[in-house]
């Protein structure tokens, strides 16, 4: 389907305006046509809720295709050898596979994810929380993001892992430069510094899985090598990748969905104090943060197989479907008056944190640490206003913003 060139060009995933505000041009987007073809990332997009759950559900589809085919078979061009520390950290990443190994490396990631088992670190989480904002009391201002978001967040994840606290701030440089590797505007110089960072990542997670080895503990690390050293269903690179997949994803999206779901709130303060005077539970709340303004604008698939046809446009074996998110989530057919951030609306039907196999395994922890997050923040912040108008980075796949400095 082709949209209006009008259309098209207002659809421009480098302009600072549109990764500020993409929700008019979605609105459009979704009006015009189901999917369509974008010639600048030579991809096809979608734009409708519907479209991007059976989407994400389709098998004949893909994260990964390199399982099936070759990038001669698919006329791709080979991976490029001067990123290659990058690729290498992210090749056992569940996010690049696909079954069989998919399945087995989740079903042993997602051991440590139940609802049941991240319940358990409520009372850490909590503590935590309460931590980092108890040394801002006295503060005029602050920046929700980097004095409390990141700090939080981080923490939580590194304590999962078995991580040394010392060591967040190299992790946190790592994680920054790499994940500019899933924008669709990434610069050379990004891709060089990205793939200087994952190469520093890889000898750091072999270097803690030696000591772990030495001296085991009850973090994820530890556990992933007991079932290493068990058995042959992991291998060490599997664990390299998993770790720096989980470190990574593990608070880049958390961080993001704070900073934007609370830039939300100060947006509109009658929700805030909806929140503050218990009417709506900081849970319920939490949806509507993924929902309203998803930190993850898009994710990819590849169509694998003969005869898929995507609202009447047949796909062929190795095109790229881009499913917009953000879109998804703002759409009329799923939601009623999409626009309105609604604290309440406790609708969980938004794809913020996808669907189908590859649906977000950190989604308990996630949705524990924006929880505890917004009760502590409302507990002891409940008058928090805006102190600047805050700025997204330009980025339009992990979309974010630059700082959101707040007065408590
Ligand atoms: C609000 C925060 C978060 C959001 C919005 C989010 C969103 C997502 C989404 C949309 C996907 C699916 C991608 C796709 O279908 O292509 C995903 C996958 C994933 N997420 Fe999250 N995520 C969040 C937090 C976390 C946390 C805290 C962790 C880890 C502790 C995590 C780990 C992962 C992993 C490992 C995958 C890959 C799963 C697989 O491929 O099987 N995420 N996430």
Redesign the pocket.
Known sequence: MSLAPELLERFDLRDPDFIADPYPVYAELRAAAPIFWYEPTRQWFITRHSLVHST?RDRRLG?AYLHRYTDQDLGRPEPDPRWAAFHDSERW???N?EPPD?TRL?GL?SKV?TPRSVAALRPAIESEAKARLSELTGRTTFDLLTDFAQPY?VAV?VA?LGVPRADTDHLLAWSHAIVKMYELTTTDDQRVAANEAAGAFIDYVRALIAAKRRAPDAGLVSQLIEVEEAGERLTEDEIVC?TI??LN???E??V??LGNGMRAFLKHPEEWRRVCAGKVAARTAVEEM?RWD???QL???WVLDDGVEIAGQPLAVGDEVAML?GAANRDPQQFDDPDRFDAGRGDATH?????????????P???L??EISLDELRRTMPHLTLVEEPTYHDAFVIRGLRALLVAP
Do not use: W
């Open positions: 994400l994260r990443s569940l996010l596979l998919h989740r990631v994810f967040s994840i999962m998993t997949v989980l994803a593990g608070h999206a958390t993001n969905t993924v998803s930190p993850l994710f990819e698939r998110f794809v913020g944190f996808g669907g189908g196999i590859h649906f977000c395994v950190g989604a922890l996630a949705r640490e924006l």
